[in-house]
């Protein structure tokens, strides 16, 4: 018979190791959605209705012959279908979380209500990843999908930093969480902004900073940039994306920043010293300038896809940073939990 500590340090490791897997499948997401391989098999679940692209090689040969330079090749097929491989594994670990967190829910000493929402999560976010193929790269379904991701990453960090063990976090500290419930939420906006720019294909759309096309305030379409029913690079008249809009969705990303910046950067200022937050709150910092860079690198060296991946992962960083500050302020005063 398994004892209550063995069970708990089960559970831990599969936490963790789920925790990380999802960090990896966003940043491989971020990968596909890149190096446009979110149509590399233009079906669901399956690649041409066979379970890996070997089988499906005839079908990407005549894509290939018919569209040389078009969505499908085998390169693409694999990175798709390599996400999906990692998702259904994600899947499948959140579930043995989720049964483990019902049988052993007194030996935990917590509620399996967390781990039920993730497992529902994970379903929604399934879900909006085989509508991304089924609608082909429709933006709003894909920026709803980067963001549910975002939010799975964030609930599996929760759940991860309930199981890790800190200095306790003085009381008076707690007067910071509203400011990080808002900094987080602020900072799901601009995740909102950042995806509807990579699945608009508007990274490129301002060439220069800090002013765009050399104005403050270039030409902008936004009623066009953000119509949110439409098909990938065409309006909802059916008429093609102009410039004018592309700039709008960049500028606005590009300028909600500032706020996402300047309240998490006084954040982590202020708490890069309170026991308990203090190695958080500095990565917090580094992450913001890690994101700056990168920002700036992809507009200067034109989108090169390392750079563009790590500006994803910059983003999913600042989410698992912003998560675990706001758990620890929640504690504030509570002696840490010291996890077997």
């Known amino acids: 018979m398994t004892s209550p500590s063995r069970s708990h340090a089960r559970y831990r490791k599969l936490v963790f190791l ?7 499948l966003i940043m491989f997401g971020a ?8 149509l590399g098999c233009p079906d669901w679940p399956g690649c041409y209705g066979h379970l890996s692209p ?22 693409k097929a694999w990175i798709e279908m390599v996400h999906r491989y990692i998702g259904m594994i994600l899947g499948m670990l959140i579930i043995g979380i989720t049964v483990m967190a019902w049988r052993h829910r007194r030996i935990l000493g917590q509620t399996p209500r967390l781990a039920t929402v993730i ?7 399934g879900a909006f990843g085989a509508w991304t193929v089924t609608h082909r ?68 759309a301002c060439m220069d900073f800090p002013t765009c096309h050399g104005q403050w305030l270039p030409p902008m379409d936004f009623h066009g940039g953000y119509s949110l029913v439409r098909g990938l690079g065409h309006l909802p008249s059916g008429e093609m994306i102009s410039q004018e809009a592309l700039t709008a969705i960049h500028w606005t990303h590009r300028n909600f920043a500032i706020a996402v910046f300047a309240l998490l950067g006084v954040l982590g200022w202020r708490l890069r010293a309170v026991p ?6 500095r990565l917090l910092l580094a992450l913001l300038a890690l994101q700056l860079l990168t920002g700036l690198t ?39 939990r010291i996890a077997p």
């Open 18 to 24: 789920t925790w990380f897997l999802t960090l990896d």
């Open 31 to 38: 990968f596909v959605r890149l190096t446009d391989s979110g």
């Open 54 to 75: 070997l089988g499906a090689s005839a079908h990407i040969e005549r894509a290939l012959e018919a569209m040389p330079y078009g969505p499908v090749s085998v390169g």
């Open 119 to 125: 497992l529902v999560a994970v379903c929604v976010q």
């Open 137 to 204: 790269l429709m933006p709003l379904v894909v920026t709803t999908h980067l963001v549910l991701g975002m939010g799975l990453l964030a609930l599996m960090t929760w759940l991860a930093a309930r199981e890790k063990a800190h200095a306790p976090v003085p009381a008076d500290a707690a007067r910071w969480r509203p400011w990080m419930i808002l900094g987080l939420g602020i900072l799901f906006v601009q995740l909102a902004l950042g995806g509807w720019v990579s699945t608009n294909y508007a990274a490129l």
């Open 276 to 281: 308990g937050l203090a190695g958080p709150a």
């Open 298 to 336: 992809t507009i200067f060296f034109q989108w090169p896809l390392l750079i563009a991946v790590l500006h994803n992962g910059g983003a999913a960083g600042l989410v698992l940073v912003g998560v675990t500050m706001l758990l620890r302020l929640s504690q504030a005063g509570k002696p840490s």
